[in-house]
């Protein structure tokens, strides 16, 4: 079955840190685009990185760069999401999705992915 699971949410305090995980199974990531999108209640969904898998520059918005990072584990066929310096604004449902390689960067357009999770729920409060 082609999916992406995504795992590794929870609550933390303003200034913690999680590493979210993005599991694909039945294609490989080896060559691919991972976007990370979150979306926070009422608002819209928004990019928050992404990757495309041969070693092509990261994307990151500006709220996050410097405090989020975006890898990939090629054997584990999973991306991560590593969050620090987590802030209230940070509160969101995360979610990754899959995008073909076309040998360009990433897009942080949503409608440039076709395959997405479900979703894993950070929230960021004291």
């Known amino acids: 079955q082609v999916q992406l699971v995504e795992s590794g949410g929870g609550t933390v305090q303003p200034g913690g840190s999680l590493r979210l995980s993005c599991v694909a199974s039945g294609f490989s990531l080896n060559v691919a685009k991972i976007g990370w999108f979150r979306r926070a209640p009422g608002k819209e969904r928004e990019a928050v990185s992404c990757?495309?898998?041969?070693?092509?520059?990261?994307r990151y918005r500006d709220s996050v760069r410097g405090r989020f990072t975006i890898s990939v584990d090629k054997p584990k066929n999973t991306v991560f999401l590593q969050m620090n310096s987590l802030k209230p604004e940070d509160t969101a449902v995360y979610h990754c999705?899959?995008?073909?390689?076309?040998?360009?960067?990433?897009?942080?357009?949503?409608?440039?992915?076709?395959?997405w999770g479900q979703g894993t729920q950070v929230t960021v409060s004291s």
């Open positions: 990757i495309e898998t041969r070693n092509f520059p990261a």
């Open positions: 999705a899959y995008a073909p390689a076309d040998g360009l960067l990433c897009d942080l357009d949503p409608r440039e992915y076709d395959l």
